[in-house]
Structures are given as structure tokens and as C-alpha cells.
């Protein structure tokens, strides 16, 4: 019956309690997330050459960072606050944090230079979740950037994970728009007119096209001769195109090169070599 009794006392007052702290964090966590993202959406300046795709993509990003850096602090102190109504007396527990965080003060300094450095990334918008990057040869899509660590998935399914901090050099491959370099090879014997006349007819054709008129913002189109091969001329062939979709379309111009140049009978030849015999006396 004491046990009873006490037990309904502590719910009475201490379970009480609990509830309304967890109740609280509960909805300060929802109401501040719907603030941060709501301010986000409206003070985010747009990037006048960036899509709203991209655009939203940034916005997401620093509403992700933003909610998730508030919600572990806001449920530490809420755990904080949980432990001191199960009779746990946290002042030591305080103290002891402090002493452990001069411990490993010198351990620390790799964190901090994570999160200032993500901190960076992010105010200066240099990459987005959804993005496709390098940084330092390794190459992926973005699925996931925080104040510490930015995670790549690469073509092969493997997931990078990068401290911030390891971050030299990142090359964004879909920011703002993309482009179609390509380089193909023609026969010495061609004429460089009526190639140049196919070449564009068929960045033409494909920027018309239905399926990937959206995707191109300027038709691929013959912009030099880039050198003179062993077996053939090259010729460079350039076209801006949608983020993220330079891939696609630089595989179907290929294909429809092909096949117009079979139809044209332009060559495309093999690397060749001659070899001079010399005859016996």
C-alpha cells in the first residue's frame, strides 16, 4: 500500500510533470521547425540563374540543418530536465560534462572545424541535398549535408561519408545549369562543311524534341575543330542543358549522331596505324 501510495504521489506530481515536458518539447519542436522553415522560405534571397528546382533544393538543405541542429539541443535539455524528475540530481552530471569537455578540448578541435566548416557550405550555398559532386575525387549525389558531414552516393550504390572539416576542394556538377563537351571523330577524307551541317541539324532536332526540350536550354552545336588524330579530325561539339541531365542527353546526341552520320556517309574510323616493310635484298 506505501508503494501504491507513493506511486501515485510521484504522478501526481513528478509524472505530471514528465508529461508536460515531453509534451512540451513535443510542440516546441513542431511549432519552431514550421517557424524555421516558413522564415527560410520567405528571407532565402533566389538566385536570379538558378531554377526553382534548385532553389528548393537549397531551401531544403538549410531547413534540414537548421531544424535538426535545434531539435538535439532543445531534446538534451528536455532529457536534462527528464532525469531531474526521476529524483537523478544533474549537477554533477553538469560538472562532469564540463570537465570530460576539457578532456577532450584537443579532440574537439576536429569537430569544431566540421561544423564551422559545414556552416560555410551552407550559408554559401556551394552544394544542396540532390546535387551531383566531387570532392577530392570522390563523386556522388548529395543525399545528405549537415554541420558535420556530407554523405555521397555514388553510380555504384556505395555511401561516402565526409567530415566537413577533410573538405578541400568540391566541383558541383549540377549547379545552375550543365553542358553537353563532346568530341567526336571524323575521317581526314570528310567534308567539314557537310559535317558541320549534320552536326548541328541533329542538336536541332534533339533540342525540338518533346522528350527533351525541357532538359536543353541551348542546342548542342558544332564549336571547333579540336585537333587532328592519328586516324581522324576532332571536332567539339557544346550545349547547355538542365542540371543533372547533361548525361542523358549527351547519350542520345551520340546515338542520333550515329545514325545520321551512317546515313550520310560520314566516317568515323578506327585508330589506324601503317606499317612500312622493308624489303629484303
Known sequence: MN?????????????????IILAGA????????????????KLV?????????????????L???????????LWLMAFLLLLSEFGLNIGPLLAGAGIAGLAFGFGAQYL???????????????????????????????????????????????????????????????KDFARVNLNVGVGYGSDLDHVIQVVNRVGNTLALDPAFRESIKKAPQFLRVNDFGESSIQIKILGDVAPLKQWEVTGELRKRLKIAFDKEGIEMPLPQRVVYMKGRE
Request: charged fraction near 25%; proline fraction near 2%.
Open 3 to 19: 508503494f501504491l501510495a507513493s506511486l501515485q504521489l510521484w504522478l501526481s506530481t513528478n509524472g505530471f510533470r514528465v508529461v
Open 26 to 41: 513535443y510542440l516546441i519542436d513542431r511549432a519552431v521547425k514550421l517557424f524555421i522553415s516558413r522564415i527560410i522560405r
Open 45 to 61: 534571397k533566389p538566385n536570379f540563374y538558378a531554377s526553382k528546382q534548385a532553389e528548393q533544393k537549397r531551401e531544403d538543405t
Open 63 to 73: 531547413i534540414r540543418v537548421l531544424s535538426g541542429t535545434f531539435s538535439v539541443a
Open 112 to 174: 569544431i572545424r566540421d561544423i564551422i566548416t559545414g556552416l560555410f557550405i551552407i550559408l554559401e550555398n556551394q552544394f544542396r541535398v540532390g546535387d551531383v559532386i566531387c570532392i577530392d575525387g570522390t563523386c556522388g549525389a548529395v543525399e545528405d549535408v549537415n554541420l558535420r558531414i556530407t554523405t555521397l552516393r555514388d553510380l555504384d550504390g556505395v555511401v561516402h561519408h565526409i567530415p566537413n572539416g577533410e573538405i578541400k576542394k568540391t566541383s558541383n556538377l549540377s
